[in-house]
């Protein structure tokens, strides 16, 4: 029996997946989908994550979907609100009942001939093995491996006689309550955690080998709670959007044309957030400037709350490693610890892992190049969602779903089956992401290249690619179209 078939094959349930089934339903209604997920429920990070504290790191306003305003009054939300969020929208619009739990995709290979993709997955829950066809692929996956984060060793842990903790794998159980805490990290779920665990431990302290920029934001908007009440949500939520969208965009340019003001400004607030006489230069002075990593975000400043406090610490240093009571510095100094959370980042796995071949050859995502930051060099009808580095996640996800909505509807009424982009005639050397993060530089070789130019190079900017996605010229010289190849023929033999 013939694989089930449909135009569009989704994977992935998480943010960009039900964004993109929603764009899919509303601009491409005549378009069959199907959506396949790995685990047994929507939300993908926001399901997955559940350390205490979890949250956004970037608003809500910007962070949910253009098309369905975030009504909440939390700008930066908790992980169980926005994956509510999801949920709501997947029954909003329909989409649920289009998802397919428990289908890990191992594999896809793409036939030039029949103008196709036959997907191969992995039931999770029983482990048969299932295809499916379809005429274009949206890996909506994210780039985050799920079943692992990154946790390096450190000397002497099978001497530490406490718990040892990573957060992509929080214990359901887990009570802080008099317990001194160090956290491994200071990254966006280091500076999320040590304010959470705060309140109950006896003390926290937060173990950094190198500063971060942290910026505290109000919790709720100011903009949005004034507009709640004077206007409708479809009015007030686009302009606290665009009032987002331009103070992160401002910040960020500020941040890269001017590093050296940028390090001063975010110094000075922070200074005025920590208790008289804190060393400042040893514990927020990154030795790299503003956006070579990703800033961090604290909502009302409570990391800073909890430092004042006394209920948390910081100490910055590299680890000689652990002891039967906690952990010991390179500089003698010892931290006293009941447990150790080892927030020590992520680990990237392009497209969930899957492999890809075209006519029966393998393609290498590495030795391929990025076309518009959503589709990569000589792979037809395949398209994967990243979002920013630099702003929300789903401002760049709504920009794809919108564009390869176009895409689709541009193929059918020009008689096409196939787009398949190209790479520069002068070659592409860029990086595919622009951050020096260790969760990032670990992965690059795995990933695509960018150009130098435009469709081939990311930009890192939502005004500049609403143009360009979002009215930009869909036939250009980045982009291929192939019509169906004609089916074989049979010439008859003339006596």
Known sequence: MAPEHVDVLIVGAGLSGIGAACHLQEECPGK???ILESRGA???TWD???YPGIRSDSDMFTLGYRFRPWRESKAIADGPSIRR???ETATEYGVRDRIRFHHQVLSAAWSSEGARWTVTARRTDTGETVQLTCSWLSVCSGYYRYDEGFRPRFPGEEDFAGQIIHPQHWPQDFDATGRRIVVIGSGATAVTLVPSLAGDADHVTMLQRTPSYILSLPGRDPLAQLLRDRLPARLAYPIVRWKNVLLSTLLYQFSRRRPAAARKLIRRLTEKQLPAGFDVD???NPPYDPWDQRLCLVPDGDLFAALRRGEASIATGRIRGFTEKGIELESGE???ADVIVTATGLNLLPMGGMSLTVDGRPVDVSETVSYKGMMLSGVPNFSMTIGYTN??????????AQYLCRLINH???????AATPVAPPEGADRPFLDLASGYVRRSLAALPKQGRRTPWRLHQNYLRDVQLMRRGTLEDEGMTFQRAVPAPTTEKAVA
Request: hydrophobic share 45%; glycine share 8%.
């Open 32 to 34: 069959s989908y199907a």
């Open 42 to 44: 929507i939300g993908g």
């Open 48 to 50: 997955l994550f559940r």
């Open 85 to 87: 969020y999801i949920e």
């Open 282 to 284: 040893t514990h927020f």
């Open 334 to 336: 010892h931290l006293d």
């Open 391 to 400: 702003a929300s996640w789903t401002l760049k996800a709504d920009l794809v």
């Open 411 to 417: 193929l059918d009424a020009h008689g096409y089956v």
